[in-house]
């Protein structure tokens, strides 16, 4: 599953550099697909979604850090564990209960935006 980060965050931002995915950004900050992925024009996501991975997307906070749940692999493929959770001073970066996948489902979207 995806890691989500609760609303005990102090926006310290030690998570954001550990994300081998650039999967988490400062709260209000807008995200694209294709930030720190291989993943480049017009894509059709593991899940099915169709998305332009150089789009820009709208926050999923304007006051927190977040983690965008589709280019999340709880470091699958890169860390025996979530990076964000090991560093993270305050606890909360956890399991999102709204996301679960398998280690295989995280592995495959891991392989899909490394084209590896």
């Known amino acids: 599953m995806a890691i989500i980060i609760t609303d005990e965050c102090i926006n310290c931002g030690a998570c ?11 709260g209000a900050d807008d995200w694209r697909y294709a930030d720190g992925t ?3 024009g ?32 709880e470091c ?12 993270c001073p305050v606890d909360c970066c956890v399991p999102d209960e709204d996301h679960v996948e398998s280690d295989e489902e995280l592995l495959g ?8």
């Not at 593991?46 to 906070?61: L, M, R």
């Open 42 to 73: 017009n894509v059709v996501l593991p899940n099915g979604k169709e998305v332009d991975a150089n789009e820009t997307q709208e926050p999923v906070s304007d006051e927190l850090y977040y983690i965008v749940a589709d280019k999340c692999t």
């Open 76 to 87: 699958k493929g890169f860390h025996d564990e979530p990076q964000c959770a090991a560093v």
């Open 38 to 40: 291989d993943l480049e």
């Open 16 to 26: 954001e550099p550990e994300c081998p995915n650039t999967a988490i950004y400062e």
């Open 109 to 116: 979207k891991q392989n899909f935006m490394h084209n590896k």
